[in-house]
């Protein structure tokens, strides 16, 4: 199946593929007339409101074009910090590009107990219906950034089913088999066995 990618991160793009290629299926990301199209966040504590928002926005964008009948995939995930009551959670995007992984960890630079998780919420929309799934991955944060692979908060995360590592010290392909977001593609794996889909 070739699945189109309503996302501006690249990185993203490259994960899905981590796991789907292997199963036959193709990941790509989505352009509208050779441009990533801006989807407008809607204010929300929820990351499935999110994501059904944004595949309703792509569902309008590509109506009349070659793009209709393609399988479409949305995400969106976040970072949730335990002592801060799940801040910045939905708003990771917003407070990434605000205070960045500095201002996280001086947040919680006197926690004791670091625990946090990612979360993403995965949508497809195909042959006229919504599938959906969630992914988590519990983990806790450093206190330095460590690592220069990966993207957003993988310098300062680390997950509880590595070896100590912060994602950004693991290769690519470790990662993808812990991630957040595989958890929450393998929960829409069987929408992917019919091939006629």
Same mark, same amino acid.
Do not use: W
């Given at each position: ?7 501006? $991160?690249?990185?993203?793009?490259? +994960? ?17 007339? *050779?441009? #990533? ?10 990351? +499935? ?26 995400? %969106? ?7 801060? $009551?799940?801040?910045? *959670? ?6 990434? %590009? ?6 996280? /960890?001086?947040?919680?630079?006197? %926690?004791?107990?670091? &625990? ?13 219906? #919504? ?13 330095? +950034?460590?690592? %220069?692979?990966?993207? &957003? ?10 070896? *100590? ?12 088999? #812990? ?9 829409? /794996? ?8």
């Amino acid at each position: 199946m070739r699945i189109i990618f309503a996302t501006g $991160n690249i990185d993203k793009v490259a +994960e899905a593929n981590i796991l789907l290629k292997p199963l036959g299926h193709s990941v790509e990301i989505l352009t509208i007339d *050779g441009k #990533i199209p801006n989807l407008i966040e809607p204010q929300s504590h929820s990351l +499935e409101e999110v994501a059904i928002s944004k595949i309703n926005q792509v569902r309008s964008m590509i109506i009349n074009t070659e793009l209709e009948n393609s399988a479409i995939m949305v995400e %969106d995930s976040g970072l949730f910090i335990d002592s801060l $009551n799940n801040f910045p *959670g939905v708003f990771s995007s917003f407070v990434y %590009d605000s205070i960045g992984l500095s201002g996280i /960890l001086k947040l919680v630079n006197e %926690d004791i107990i670091r &625990g946090a998780e990612y979360r993403a919420v995965t949508i497809i929309y195909s042959n006229g219906e #919504i599938q959906k799934s969630t992914g988590i991955c519990r983990g806790r944060l450093s206190r330095e +950034e460590l690592g %220069d692979n990966g993207f &957003g908060y993988d310098p300062i995360f680390i997950p509880e089913q590595g070896n *100590g590592n912060t994602f950004s010290q693991m290769s690519n392909i470790d990662k993808s088999t #812990i991630s957040h977001r595989t958890y929450s593609l393998i929960g829409l /794996l069987d929408s992917f066995k019919d091939p006629s889909k």
